[in-house]
């Protein structure tokens, strides 16, 4: 148990699979309440039944972040539960194609939708849960596209974007006491794009379990300063 994070209550978008899973059951194992957020009901279920078979607390919540209306039904769900919420990780992410002549309107749409405009509704629609909590701290996951653009227009504008949002989010919380920090993952082992799992080594793919212990450390930081933004890649993958 980490006595800093022990009954706080973190919402978890993106929880049911690859980084979203890990940070759920890694917060879940220092006595966090977690709340599980995702599409699919029945990885949802299991990602819940799995941490409280290990002890932990879980409330599953089916809801897709891009749909502005269900966002809304879940954050008043949420408030009902536990009225205030100290820990949001907006991890809910899709790829996209990787080029421009590839990209149909429908791709921009949905990746814009949940990459960018996901992080915005679920943060909106629990800014007051946020402020009811002593100091809350909301953790935004990008990826290195979010510094470096690349080849992707949707997935790179998306993550672009979200640093801006990151960078409003903070501005928005100082008279609240939350603060707000982005994170450019590189490549992590959750089989994105269909890559095989547990096949790489870890200096080339990093371990969603140990990127999870590291936001769990940057939740559980002293709530007098705050960590803008950090940069996280594969030992043989420095700046890329
Ligand atoms: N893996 C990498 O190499 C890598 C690198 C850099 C950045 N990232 C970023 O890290 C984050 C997590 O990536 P990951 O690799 O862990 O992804 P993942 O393994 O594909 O898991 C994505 C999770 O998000 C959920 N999700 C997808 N669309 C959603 C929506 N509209 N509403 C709610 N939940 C949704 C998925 O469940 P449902 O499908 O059931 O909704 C799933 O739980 C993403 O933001 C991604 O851009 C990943």
Known sequence: MDSNLTDKVAVISGASHGLGQAIAQD???RGVHVVLIAR???RLRQTADAIRANGGAANPIPCDVSDAAQVQAAAS????RFSAVDIL???AGIPAPRSFSETQISDWDSVIGVNLSGVFYLTRALWDC???ADS???INISGTAGTRGGGSPAYGSAKFGLTGLNHAIALAGVD???RSTILYPGGMDTGWRGAPIGEMP???SMDPAEVARFIAQLAASPPEFVVNEAVLNPLNQPYM
């Open 40 to 42: 699919g009901e029945e």
């Open 27 to 29: 917060l879940a194992s």
């Open 89 to 91: 990780i907006n991890n």
């Open 136 to 138: 809350a701290t909301v």
């Open 176 to 178: 609240h006491n939350i």
């Open 202 to 204: 870890r200096s080339e």
């Open 77 to 80: 769900e949420i408030e009902r």
């Open 130 to 132: 946020l402020i009811r």
